[in-house]
């Protein structure tokens, strides 16, 4: 199985599904010239429910592209995947919090970077899978549409985390450092998989475990500025 390898990361994200289009408000952050005139319009607490909002989407649709992807393409023996992918990912390495503890102890700044940084470090690797799957012969469309949809949208969800850097820590736009990623063989493919289905299958794991972060650090930082007394269930 192939490895993505992640020298640096910083970029942007999210939005809607169709099915979910008359569910939720789009995160539009841009005007005909490209501004952020309209995100920096919205008052912060209606803008972090909009960004949670669309994280929670983008987790859904993870959640449905790894379903999709595990049915079409992967013996049932091989769903034990799902639980050892964690190690694999090429965002393990990044200096984010991982258990509760540390999770709780980090502050509202590094809550946002956090999820900048994981919003950044996935825009490259899903164009990538985005590819790779539509070579596939029997990819259904709905997987293929999810995908896309992802990678489309992960722009929209970092323009939503930038002004919310900006309204919370007075901080200017961060600029994004050079994302590169290359792909190494493994020694040992798996017999019972194609390696391009396993490496494939990796990349879907990991992308819904880090969706799942960075909805949880966002309804972390709702809660804490809504002064609740306990946020200990995040």
């Known amino acids: 199985m192939n490895r993505v390898k992640v020298l640096q990361a910083w970029l942007w994200c999210v939005s809607l599904w169709s099915c979910w289009l008359s569910h939720a408000v789009p995160l539009?952050?841009?005007?005909?010239t490209g501004s952020l005139i309209q995100c920096t319009s919205i008052s912060q607490e209606k803008l972090l429910d909009r960004v949670i909002q669309h994280a929670e989407l983008i987790y859904r649709v993870s959640e449905e592209s790894c379903t999709l992807f595990e049915d079409m393409f992967v013996p049932y023996p091989l769903y034990a995947l799902r639980n050892q992918g964690g190690t694999m990912c090429h965002t393990k390495p990044f200096p984010i919090p991982g258990s509760k503890t540390e999770i709780q102890q980090i502050s509202d700044k590094w809550l946002l970077h956090s999820v900048l940084m994981l919003v950044q470090s996935w825009m490259e690797p899903l164009v990538y899978l985005q590819t790779t799957l539509n070579r596939y012969d029997d990819a259904p469309d709905a997987l293929l549409n999810k995908t896309k949809w992802v990678s489309d949208k992960l722009l929209s969800l970092e323009?939503?985390?930038?002004?919310?850097?900006?309204?919370?820590?007075?901080?200017?736009?961060?600029?994004?450092?050079?994302?590169?990623?290359?792909?190494t063989p493994d020694d040992e493919p798996s017999p019972e998989i194609p390696e391009s289905v396993l490496r494939d299958y990796n990349l879907l794991i990991c992308f819904k475990k880090d969706a799942h972060k960075m909805e949880t650090f966002l309804k972390l930082l709702k809660c804490r500025q809504s002064n609740k007394l306990s946020c200990l269930s995040y």
Do not use: A, N, W, Y
């Open 28 to 32: 539009d952050c841009k005007d005909e």
């Open 159 to 183: 323009q939503g985390v930038v002004v919310l850097i900006r309204k919370m820590l007075d901080e200017g736009i961060l600029t994004p450092s050079i994302f590169e990623h290359s792909l």
